[in-house]
């Protein structure tokens, strides 16, 4: 078994979910209200209009390694790697230490860990914090990078 493209996003931003809605160590442990998760593809036009703090959450995937076996159909196994970026997006004011335990929920649901499902794991490296600065003259944007890897067989 092993993923599709799509069955390992799903799989991946799924992990993120659970880890933030933790009742325990989930964005509750931090604030008070949720902040809006804005996933992949969806407009950010409005996010000037927003006054508490949101994330985006997105996935790009790299080129290559590409096929790692030879075969016939069904028996090729083809390395899918890239990046899952978490954006934790703070009002310019608010001080850095928002920004920085939701980074740690994000971080903390991908780093040391692998994903299974759909008979295969997807597997976290380099899970990193970094903070970026201000963006858009608004928000201060920290950003949770992990790197991930997964097989697809075809």
């Known amino acids: 078994m092993s993923y599709t493209e799509e069955q390992a996003i799903d799989h991946m931003l799924g992990t993120f979910k659970t880890a933030w809605d933790d009742g325990s160590s989930g964005w509750v442990s931090v604030l008070a209200a949720e902040p809006e998760i804005v996933w992949d593809n969806v407009d950010t036009q409005n996010a000037d209009q927003r006054s ?3 994330l985006r959450v997105f996935t790009r995937h790299f080129e290559g390694p590409g096929q790692r076996t ?3 159909t069904n ?3 083809f390395t899918r790697t890239g990046q899952l970026i978490v954006d934790v997006f703070v009002p310019i004011g608010e001080g850095l230490l ?6 740690k929920i994000a971080r903390d649901a991908f780093e040391g860990k692998s994903a299974n499902g759909a ?28 790197e991930f890897e997964y097989d697809e067989v075809k």
């Open 52 to 54: 508490a703090p949101w």
């Open 70 to 72: 030879f075969g016939g």
């Open 75 to 77: 028996n090729r196994v």
């Open 98 to 103: 928002i920004g920085r335990r939701l980074a």
């Open 119 to 146: 008979g295969s794991a997807i597997w976290f490296r380099n899970v990193s914090v970094v903070e970026r600065g201000v963006d858009r003259e608004r928000w201060f944007l920290v950003q949770v990078l992990a």
